[in-house]
């Protein structure tokens, strides 16, 4: 069973709360080492240089990833090697130690043998791989097609639904074809000749509008 307060600091980072974390990991690494437990240490490890990289301490991400590494190669635990792999890799290709964190992701393709591009093997799951998602792409876009297809044929409207009734906008249309034979007319006036009862006009809205005739397109 993994220490709790390496879980509580896990499930901060999933929430973005860094700094209280990190608190909570290294504590719980502390306990964990302490107790003579090393079994999930690399674990505890990889979530706390996850969270030191975010919080900008890259220096103690790499020492914390190492450290899981090393207790990976002593203990046999190598479950965790993959992702301690990657968060090196990531954490020095944002130092620009380009081929330091090339190769360390490179490390992370070998861990796991059914990924490695350089085996045919690790090329056809690859390409499988990639032809499932494909398909569920292809899936996806037929489903959507087919929802939205079903849904307008139940009279049902697409996008933002209007912020004005269908009498509003009848009305609206209305009091606009009396409004059209005057199209410079002051954003004022038009709005006073057609707004609806205890309504307000937003004039600093209404001058960026050249023509009413333009405003009520706007909206309906």
């Known amino acids: 069973m993994l220490q709790p307060g390496i879980l509580r600091g896990v499930a901060f980072v999933g929430q973005g709360a860094v700094e209280e974390a990190i608190a909570r990991i290294r504590e719980g690494v502390t306990n ?39 207790t990976a190669c002593a203990t046999g635990e190598h479950g965790w090697d993959v992702e301690l792999h990657r968060l090196t890799g990531t954490v020095l290709l ?37 032809g499932l998602a494909d398909v569920e792409r292809d899936l996806i876009r037929t489903r959507t097609a087919e929802g939205r297809s079903r849904a307008q044929k139940r009279g049902q409207r697409m996008g933002r639904k209007p912020k004005l009734t269908e ?32 309504s307000q006009p937003d004039l600093d809205f209404v001058k960026l509008i050249p023509t009413f005739h333009q405003f009520c397109n706007f909206f309906l």
């Open 167 to 198: 009498a509003q906008q009848a009305e609206a249309r209305k009091r606009r074809r009396k409004v059209q034979r005057s199209p410079n007319s002051r954003a004022a006036t038009v709005w006073e000749r057609v707004r609806f009862p205890g």
């Open 94 to 130: 944002a130092e620009n130690k380009l081929d330091e964190g090339q190769a360390s992701l490179q490390q992370a393709i070998r861990a796991e043998p059914w990924a490695d591009t350089g085996t045919s093997t690790g090329r056809l799951m690859i390409a499988v791989l990639g």
């Open 32 to 70: 964990w080492t302490q107790l003579g437990r090393t079994i999930f240490l690399p674990y505890g490890l990889a979530f706390l240089a996850e969270g030191l990289a975010r919080h900008g301490d890259r220096a103690a991400a790499l020492a914390a990833l190492r450290e899981g590494l090393e």
